[in-house]
């Protein structure tokens, strides 16, 4: 399953006290919490989850926070008397709107017009299908958090069990990983050739992101990052585009793209880039 929607009512949020979670969630980078759903369905950690926000007024409701399942489904204690259970999953958010900026029903009725979650009353959980999830992708990024970068999870202390769905962004922010990645690709997107520096700059050098080109389903807990074959750097744009698609789109895939739309970039390997390779070995073998 690749992604789904967990319905939420105003309650809920009352109860999360949800301005100051807002907060908490900027400062940290998450919010877990225990979701009881309506049956046992077949979910698994790493499916990725947006959070709707329901309301009998249309004007209150509205997309309004994302993040991932990061358990199997489970029966626990419902609360309701000796030995009543319930199915549940544990669900890691990473972005939450503030109340008010919600993506509202007109918008997400018009990006998906058969969509019946969007409207008022339905499943507590609903199945994404596929073709939609660029559109939801799109739509977070227009509407959604301004400070987000919409190829990357906010950053934060994660629980073990979510790590199949984050261990591409964790390592692709990890600073040693980065740093020697850079070193020996240089700071030419892999894709398009785009370079911050010449374009902007030496003050820009550091706006090149880094990709992980492993999918994550390929991840365990015992794998060993290679940042030098593991990593490659990407301008913003194509790494936006690289995360466009679950799961993400391959280095060939994106020339590929960027060949079939009449561009083609290329470059020659320059003393400055040899050196920086064996700046990177440098770096991997530590201190003598």
């Keep these: 399953m690749a992604a789904v929607i967990l319905r939420c009512s105003a309650d809920r949020l009352l109860q999360w006290n949800y301005p100051a979670l807002v907060g908490q969630l900027a400062a940290t980078g998450r919010f877990l919490e225990r979701w009881r759903l309506a049956s046992c369905p077949d979910l698994e950690p790493g499916t990725e989850a947006w959070l709707l926000l329901q309301s009998t007024n249309d004007a209150a409701s509205g997309l309004i926070g994302h993040g991932w399942i990061s358990s199997v489904p489970y029966q626990a204690d419902a609360g309701g008397g000796p030995g009543a259970t319930d199915w549940f ?29 969007v409207g ?107 940042p030098i074959a593991d990593l490659i750097p990407l301008c913003r744009n194509c790494h936006a585009v690289a995360h466009g698609t679950h799961p993400p789109r391959t280095l060939a895939e994106l020339r590929s793209m960027i060949s079939g739309s009449g561009h083609i970039g290329g470059g020659v390997v320059s003393d400055a880039a040899l050196q920086a390779q064996e700046d990177a070995r440098r770096i991997l073998r530590g201190p003598a």
């Design 89 to 117: 999953v544990a669900v890691v958010f990473d972005s939450l709107l503030p109340l008010g900026e919600q993506i509202r029903p007109g918008i997400l009725g018009a990006a998906i017009p058969d969509g019946g979650w």
């Design 120 to 226: 008022a009353g339905g499943p507590p959980l609903v199945t994404v299908p596929p073709s939609y999830e660029p559109v939801l992708y799109r739509m977070w990024r227009d509407y959604g958090p301004s400070a987000a970068d919409p190829a990357e999870v906010a950053p934060g202390t994660l629980p073990p069990e979510a790590t199949s769905a984050v261990l591409v962004n964790r390592w692709e922010r990890d600073g040693d990983a980065r740093r020697a990645c850079l070193a020996f690709h240089g700071r030419s997107c892999a894709a398009c050739g785009f370079m911050f520096e010449s374009a902007y700059g030496g003050q820009a050098a550091d706006a090149i992101a880094v990709h992980h080109v492993v999918p994550p389903a390929m991840l365990d807990s015992g794998y060993q990052l290679d």
